[in-house]
């Protein structure tokens, strides 16, 4: 029989951000997570389809969790940005999705 739950974190929400117009497809993708009663945001970044960085952060209240997502949602989809790489949000999808981990 197949469990009804999966034992991975709950996703909490996730966003998946392209730059317009560049042939290297530039990408960054957030994600903020519960599990085991501690909150998780991960991100990953890269072009052409591969990623090239990593990095998670962890947080034990949900209110820091959910800053640093929003924080950086701000930060990269801010047209006035120093950066060359501005962002357009692809999809946001909040907290309906549970996956399984990575």
Do not use: Q
Not at 17 to 45: D, H, Q, W
Request: glycine share 8%; with cysteine; hydrophobic share 30%.
């Amino acid at each position: 029989m197949i469990p009804l739950e999966t034992t991975g974190p709950k996703v909490l929400k996730d966003a998946h951000m392209v730059v317009l117009n560049t042939p290297r497809k530039t990408f960054y993708s957030i994600r903020f997570e519960e599990c085991s009663g501690t909150f998780r945001v991960r991100k990953a970044s890269g072009a052409l389809g591969k990623v090239w960085d990593k990095r998670t952060w962890e947080f034990s209240t949900l209110d820091e969790a959910e800053r640093l997502l929003s924080r950086r949602l701000k930060e990269k989809t801010d047209p006035g940005r120093h950066s060359p790489r501005k962002y357009s949000i692809k999809y946001l999808l909040p907290g309906s999705a549970n996956a399984g981990g990575e």
